[in-house]
């Protein structure tokens, strides 16, 4: 079987195989004040009110999202096996820290596909797509995060929300922990603003000015997402952590 080289000097065939018997690495009822608490929204357009059109905004940034296109390259890249069914799905991801480089494993754990009453308007009601997951065993974090599009039938107006808790492992590191303090955080929060814009960006692009959405790059059974994520000459120089948990 060929060596499978869709990261930075890392092959993730083997990784993946491993990271099947790791275990989400916590407990919801653990959760609390003390952990970092993130919403995220970002406006996407708009289409008629009431239920999504068949090739509207709505559906658009659905399978965007369903391929985690929307994530951006120079932060965050994954790797997964491209038959796998969303829930369930283990992916491995690339965290990208200036010249650090962390390898994490996360697991979708929720696929969320309803129509829910507004928050702060249960009479209103919002069609919701979208998919969360939670961190495994040997991340640098734990927690969860869902990305969900949201159409709002009475107006039409879709928007993409991100929500995650999250906390940093213990046991980390020094040079881990003191990394992630000074790049993480705000990196984090980066990522979900450039989420949300890339997003809106190949909506925009294929809907109004009829480009072809992103197709799903996969190289021996392994889907590489983005599909736009290419290696950098930074790889040469840079600081790699292997499951740093």
């Given at each position: 079987?060929?060596?499978?080289?869709?990261?930075?000097?890392?092959?993730?065939?083997?990784?993946?195989?491993?990271?099947?018997?790791?275990?989400?690495?916590?407990?919801?009822?653990?959760?609390?004040?003390?952990?970092?608490?993130?919403?995220?929204?970002?406006?996407?357009?708009?289409?008629?009110?009431?239920?999504?059109?068949?090739?509207?905004?709505?559906?658009?940034?659905?399978?965007?999202?369903?391929?985690?296109?929307?994530?951006?390259?120079?932060?965050?890249?994954?790797?997964?096996?491209?038959?796998?069914?969303?829930?369930?799905?283990?992916?491995?991801?690339?965290?990208?820290?200036?010249?650090?480089?962390?390898?994490?494993?996360?697991?979708?754990?929720?696929?969320?596909?309803?129509?829910?009453?507004?928050?702060?308007?249960?009479?209103?009601?919002?069609?919701?797509?979208?998919?969360?997951?939670?961190?495994?065993?040997?991340?640098?974090?734990?927690?969860?995060?869902?990305?969900?599009?949201?159409?709002?039938?009475?107006?039409?107006?879709?928007?993409?929300?991100?929500?995650?808790?999250?906390?940093?492992?213990?046991?980390?590191?020094?040079?881990?922990?003191?990394?992630?303090?000074?790049?993480?955080?705000?990196?984090?929060?980066?990522?979900?603003?450039?989420?949300?814009?890339?997003?809106?960006?190949?909506?925009?692009?294929?809907?109004?000015?009829?480009?072809?959405?992103?197709?799903?790059?996969?190289?021996?059974?392994?889907?590489?997402?983005?599909?736009?994520?290419?290696?950098?000459?930074?790889?040469?120089?840079?600081?790699?952590?292997?499951q740093p948990g």
């Open positions: 079987m060929s060596t499978v080289r869709l990261l930075d000097r890392i092959d993730p065939r083997p990784v993946l195989e491993a990271q099947r018997t790791r275990k989400v690495n916590f407990d919801p009822r653990e959760v609390d004040d003390s952990w970092h608490h993130d919403t995220s929204r970002t406006t996407l357009g708009a289409e008629a009110p009431g239920p999504p059109e068949p090739d509207g905004v709505w559906r658009t940034a659905c399978r965007l999202v369903e391929a985690y296109e929307f994530a951006d390259p120079r932060i965050i890249r994954a790797v997964f096996a491209a038959d796998a069914p969303l829930q369930g799905r283990d992916m491995l991801l690339e965290g990208r820290f200036a010249v650090l480089r962390f390898y994490f494993g996360v697991r979708v754990t929720d696929v969320i596909d309803e129509e829910r009453p507004r928050d702060g308007d249960p009479s209103a009601q919002d069609r919701i797509w979208g998919w969360a997951y939670e961190t495994l065993e040997g991340h640098l974090e734990r927690g969860r995060m869902s990305y969900e599009v949201v159409k709002h039938q009475d107006s039409g107006a879709v928007e993409l929300v991100i929500k995650a808790y999250s906390e940093l492992a213990p046991a980390l590191g020094v040079v881990t922990a003191t990394g992630w303090r000074v790049f993480g955080r705000r990196t984090q929060l980066r990522f979900y603003r450039m989420c949300g814009r890339r997003l809106a960006t190949f909506v925009r692009l294929h809907l109004g000015e009829d480009q072809p959405v992103p197709q799903r790059r996969i190289v021996d059974g392994l889907t590489l997402a983005p599909s736009d994520a290419e290696p950098s000459w930074w790889h040469r120089v840079s600081v790699r952590r292997h």
